[in-house]
């Protein structure tokens, strides 16, 4: 009997989380990534974290911390997770930039998807991958937050129920501020020809579209709402929220991963392998 | 009644303004395989890209069991070799073949045993634990042939399938075809006549993205006049078509290419024409090399009405 949409989307999914673990561009990957977070760990959090925890109760570190427009900082309840969340805000969407460039493309150019296309359908395929990618993304989550969980409890082990609750809401958040550069990656990577044209286009809306909407925007203010359909539009806004109050601004990510997923969806429909 | 299980009607398809096919229309029935046959250019690649859902077509409609190309329904149900497509060069052959079984509908043990079942008829189980990009060409190609052999597809649409393949594997392919036919239909497109002449029954043409029906051993059998195609060891073309022409009952003698002669005859004057024709290679001493009922399938195709006297 042929599988249905949702098997073969379990399937795909399965086969990019086994890309990442078992192939050696997957591992060096993640040896990449844990070397990376190996040193943020070691430096930024631990450092800042001793610092917020010692100066957070005194009014001279409250007024340092807001006189360099890093107030934010002192909003989360445990100082390794507020150092974390500042640092994952910029840290994982670079790297869902890089590593979801490939979703399509390369196997479009080789001809692996006519393989894979006679089996599944194009939005199987689509779908799939973007699942496998987020789930990815949500094991390194998971894996970068419960060692910086680690550090909290080595600190102070009763910080146990608060760094759960913390820890909740940063998954939770980060999960959803990916959701959208995901989708952009999955639309481009559906587009382009190599995973290298999907980073640079990327980087070029990431970086230049805010400035041309604004632009077109002071001629014709109703482009400016378009503003909102950039993955990580929110983010600066976001930086400022702490714990739960991050879900304020999910519907942003949320509209944007639809947007771009439809977009994207419709461009893997059409296009040619 | 067999079914029909591709439909095409007035299928058109355009690169940049330049019509590869050109409202083409025909239907193809289950059973015995079928050759597709064109020179470069003529559209073949483009027409199984679309069969296989690979290309949308600019117009008209195809379907296939009834169905669109591409549509999930269809997995499992028709398979294909397409033209220059890699596997992934990350993953070892063996991880790849078990995925699309997988995607097929089979479950983890099946796809192993069906993985190392294809590689077998494809003679490459040795190749496992490969990876693709250690593969000849050659190797690459059965790679691809067995992926298309996986499970039980009614359709199998192979583009070049013997194309860069040795002599031993070439025959090798060519069982297995015969082996899964008719309960499998495999449309070939090839450029290998002779191999097509072997395997097909019925060829479809392809000429200027025009489609065109050819029934092989039947036009003759209704002509009232047949066809002999001789060919010989070196020797003068011009004795040969003068004692050749001499018999009686022969209609038209041509010298396509040298040394090779194509015999049209009536046979309701001389029916057994071919034990004349081995009599007078006899009495003038000449050496033959093959002889054979009928054109060859590149006369019939390509030089049906060119050939000069």
């Not at chain 1, 080789?110 to 993304?137: K, N």
């Not at chain 2, 195609?229 to 003698?253: F, H, R, W, Y």
């Not at chain 2, 024409?273 to 081995?278: A, E, G, L, R, V």
């Amino acid at each position: 009997m042929t599988p249905g949409f949702f098997n073969h989307l379990m399937l795909i999914c399965q086969f990019e989380i086994k890309r990442l673990f078992s192939t050696r561009k997957g591992l060096l990957y993640l040896i990449t990534f844990a070397i990376v977070w190996y040193f943020i760990l070691i430096y930024p959090i631990r450092f800042a974290s001793d610092f917020l925890s010692q100066r957070q109760n005194t009014s001279h570190g409250m007024s340092f911390f807001e006189f360099i427009g890093f107030d934010s900082l002192l909003n989360w309840e445990i100082p390794e997770f507020s150092v974390y969340w500042h640092f994952s805000l910029v840290i994982f969407p670079m790297l869902s930039i890089m590593s979801c460039s490939d979703q399509t493309c390369s196997d479009r150019e080789r001809g692996t998807l006519r393989f894979l296309t006679l089996r599944v359908s194009r939005d199987s395929l689509f779908f799939g991958r973007f699942a496998g990618m987020m789930v990815i993304h949500t094991l390194l989550i998971f894996t970068t937050l419960f060692t910086t969980l680690a550090f909290a409890i080595y600190r102070e082990a009763n910080l146990v129920p608060a760094a759960f609750n913390s820890a909740m809401a940063i998954i939770v958040n980060l999960i959803l501020v990916l959701l959208p550069f995901t989708a952009m990656m999955a639309a481009l990577s559906a587009t382009v020809k190599s995973p290298r044209q999907a980073t640079v286009w990327a980087i070029l809306i990431w970086s230049f579209l805010a400035g041309i909407i604004s632009l077109l925007s002071s001629y014709l203010p109703a482009l400016d709402s378009l503003i909102i359909l950039i993955p990580g539009y929110q983010m600066s806004e976001l930086s400022q929220l702490a714990e739960w109050q991050t879900l304020q601004l999910a519907h942003i990510p949320i509209l944007q991963t639809i947007v771009l997923l439809v977009i994207g969806r419709w461009i893997m429909l059409r296009q040619s392998l | 009644m067999k079914p029909t299980i591709i439909q095409c009607q007035n299928l058109s398809h355009c690169y940049s303004g330049k019509n590869a096919l050109n409202k083409i229309n025909f239907e193809v029935v289950a059973g015995e395989p079928i050759g597709l046959v064109g020179p470069n250019g003529a559209g073949k690649t483009t027409l199984l890209s679309i069969l296989c859902g690979f290309l949308r077509p600019t117009s008209g409609a195809v379907t296939l069991f009834g169905h669109k190309p591409g549509a999930s329904v269809l997995s499992g149900k028709i398979a294909a070799l397409p033209q220059d497509a890699k596997l992934d060069p990350t993953f070892n052959i063996g991880e790849q073949l078990k995925f699309y079984a997988r995607l097929q509908g089979l479950t983890r043990k099946q796809a192993s045993i069906e993985t190392i079942r294809v590689l077998e008829a494809v003679a490459l189980k040795k190749s496992l634990y490969e990876k693709p990009d250690t593969l000849s060409h050659g190797m690459a190609k059965r790679v691809a042939i067995a992926q298309a052999l996986i499970g039980k597809p009614q359709l199998i649409l192979l583009d070049e399938p013997t194309a860069g393949l040795d002599p031993v594997n070439t025959r090798n392919i060519r069982s297995i075809i015969a082996e899964l036919s008719p309960e499998t239909t495999f449309i070939i497109s090839s450029h290998d006549l002779t191999e097509l002449g072997r395997l097909c029954q019925q060829i479809l043409l392809l000429e200027n993205g025009i489609m065109n029906t050819m029934q092989l051993n039947v036009s003759e059998k209704n002509s009232p006049t047949r066809f002999l195609t001789l060919q010989m060891e070196p020797c003068s073309a011009t004795d040969v078509i003068k004692k050749i022409n001499q018999l009686d009952g022969i209609v038209k003698l041509t010298n396509p290419q040298k040394n090779e002669f194509i015999v049209e005859y009536s046979p309701e004057i001389e029916s057994k024409m071919d034990i004349k024709i081995i009599n007078c290679i006899n009495e003038n001493n000449w050496q033959y090399r093959q002889f054979s009922q009928g054109k060859s399938l590149e006369e019939k195709l390509f030089f049906e009405n060119q050939n000069p006297e």
